[in-house]
Nanobody, 123 residues
Framework: QVQLVESGGGLVQAGGSLRLSCVAS????????MGWYRQAPGKQRELVAT???????NYAGSVKGRITISRDNAKNTVYLQMNSLEPEDTAVYYC?????????????????WGQGTQVTVSS
Protein backbone atom coordinates (compact mmCIF):
# COMPACT_ATOMS: atom_id res chain seq x y z
CA GLN A 1 0.00 0.00 0.00
CA VAL A 2 1.11 3.50 -0.84
CA GLN A 3 -0.22 6.58 0.94
CA LEU A 4 0.18 10.29 0.36
CA VAL A 5 -0.30 12.50 3.40
CA GLU A 6 -0.50 16.27 3.09
CA SER A 7 0.05 18.85 5.81
CA GLY A 8 0.45 22.60 6.18
CA GLY A 9 -2.90 23.96 5.12
CA GLY A 10 -4.77 26.57 7.10
CA LEU A 11 -6.21 30.06 7.23
CA VAL A 12 -4.08 33.01 6.15
CA GLN A 13 -4.70 36.64 5.28
CA ALA A 14 -4.26 37.89 1.74
CA GLY A 15 -0.61 38.57 1.06
CA GLY A 16 0.50 35.89 3.49
CA SER A 17 2.38 32.65 2.96
CA LEU A 18 1.87 28.94 3.56
CA ARG A 19 4.02 25.90 2.95
CA LEU A 20 2.38 22.59 2.12
CA SER A 21 4.12 19.24 2.47
CA CYS A 22 3.22 15.81 1.14
CA VAL A 23 4.94 12.57 2.09
CA ALA A 24 4.63 9.36 0.11
CA SER A 25 4.94 6.29 2.31
CA UNK A 26 4.54 2.54 2.06
CA UNK A 27 6.15 -0.15 -0.05
CA UNK A 28 7.72 2.09 -2.70
CA UNK A 29 10.29 1.30 -5.35
CA UNK A 30 10.40 4.78 -6.81
CA UNK A 31 8.45 8.03 -6.84
CA UNK A 32 8.45 9.71 -10.22
CA UNK A 33 6.46 12.86 -11.07
CA MET A 34 4.86 14.64 -8.10
CA GLY A 35 2.50 17.56 -8.10
CA TRP A 36 -0.15 19.69 -6.48
CA TYR A 37 -3.68 20.27 -7.69
CA ARG A 38 -6.48 22.29 -6.16
CA GLN A 39 -10.24 22.35 -6.19
CA ALA A 40 -12.28 25.37 -5.20
CA PRO A 41 -16.00 25.05 -4.30
CA GLY A 42 -18.09 24.55 -7.41
CA LYS A 43 -15.05 24.24 -9.66
CA GLN A 44 -13.12 21.42 -11.26
CA ARG A 45 -9.81 20.23 -9.90
CA GLU A 46 -6.97 22.11 -11.57
CA LEU A 47 -3.21 21.82 -11.85
CA VAL A 48 -1.12 24.05 -9.60
CA ALA A 49 2.40 22.72 -10.20
CA THR A 50 4.30 19.55 -11.00
CA UNK A 51 7.90 18.45 -10.59
CA UNK A 52 9.79 15.54 -12.10
CA UNK A 53 12.20 13.36 -10.17
CA UNK A 54 15.09 15.29 -11.73
CA UNK A 55 13.58 18.62 -10.67
CA UNK A 56 11.95 19.94 -13.82
CA UNK A 57 8.92 22.04 -12.89
CA ASN A 58 5.69 23.16 -14.50
CA TYR A 59 3.32 25.80 -13.13
CA ALA A 60 -0.18 27.01 -13.83
CA GLY A 61 -0.11 30.51 -15.23
CA SER A 62 -2.17 31.89 -12.35
CA VAL A 63 0.46 30.96 -9.74
CA LYS A 64 3.73 31.65 -11.56
CA GLY A 65 6.01 33.90 -9.55
CA ARG A 66 4.05 33.35 -6.33
CA ILE A 67 4.28 29.60 -5.78
CA THR A 68 7.31 27.30 -5.82
CA ILE A 69 7.28 23.51 -5.94
CA SER A 70 10.24 21.49 -4.70
CA ARG A 71 10.95 17.95 -3.55
CA ASP A 72 13.27 15.83 -1.45
CA ASN A 73 13.74 12.51 -3.19
CA ALA A 74 15.41 10.92 -0.16
CA LYS A 75 12.27 11.62 1.88
CA ASN A 76 9.72 10.98 -0.90
CA THR A 77 8.35 14.42 -0.08
CA VAL A 78 7.07 17.28 -2.21
CA TYR A 79 6.60 20.84 -0.99
CA LEU A 80 4.56 23.80 -2.17
CA GLN A 81 5.73 27.21 -0.98
CA MET A 82 2.93 29.69 -1.52
CA ASN A 83 3.60 33.42 -1.18
CA SER A 84 1.52 36.52 -1.85
CA LEU A 85 -1.62 34.46 -1.41
CA GLU A 86 -4.88 35.78 -2.80
CA PRO A 87 -8.49 34.95 -1.88
CA GLU A 88 -8.71 33.24 -5.29
CA ASP A 89 -6.17 30.68 -4.02
CA THR A 90 -8.74 29.36 -1.53
CA ALA A 91 -9.28 25.67 -2.27
CA VAL A 92 -8.60 22.14 -1.15
CA TYR A 93 -5.07 21.31 -2.26
CA TYR A 94 -4.33 17.72 -3.30
CA CYS A 95 -0.97 16.05 -3.60
CA UNK A 96 -0.42 13.71 -6.54
CA UNK A 97 2.37 11.25 -7.20
CA UNK A 98 3.18 8.64 -9.78
CA UNK A 99 4.69 5.75 -7.87
CA UNK A 100 6.17 2.38 -8.72
CA UNK A 101 5.20 0.23 -5.71
CA UNK A 102 7.05 -2.80 -4.44
CA UNK A 103 5.61 -6.29 -4.47
CA UNK A 104 3.00 -5.85 -7.19
CA UNK A 105 2.04 -8.34 -9.86
CA UNK A 106 2.38 -5.79 -12.65
CA UNK A 107 5.44 -3.61 -12.14
CA UNK A 108 4.50 -0.22 -13.49
CA UNK A 109 3.73 3.32 -12.41
CA UNK A 110 0.50 3.94 -10.51
CA UNK A 111 -1.21 7.27 -9.85
CA UNK A 112 -1.92 8.20 -6.23
CA TRP A 113 -3.74 11.10 -4.55
CA GLY A 114 -3.63 12.50 -1.05
CA GLN A 115 -6.73 13.24 0.98
CA GLY A 116 -6.44 17.00 0.51
CA THR A 117 -5.66 19.93 2.78
CA GLN A 118 -7.75 23.10 3.03
CA VAL A 119 -6.19 26.46 2.25
CA THR A 120 -8.32 29.51 3.02
CA VAL A 121 -7.16 33.02 2.18
CA SER A 122 -9.15 35.83 3.74
CA SER A 123 -9.37 39.28 2.19
Amino acid sequence: QVQLVESGGGLVQAGGSLRLSCVASGRISSVNDMGWYRQAPGKQRELVATITRSGNTNYAGSVKGRITISRDNAKNTVYLQMNSLEPEDTAVYYCNARVVPQMVVIVREYNYWGQGTQVTVSS
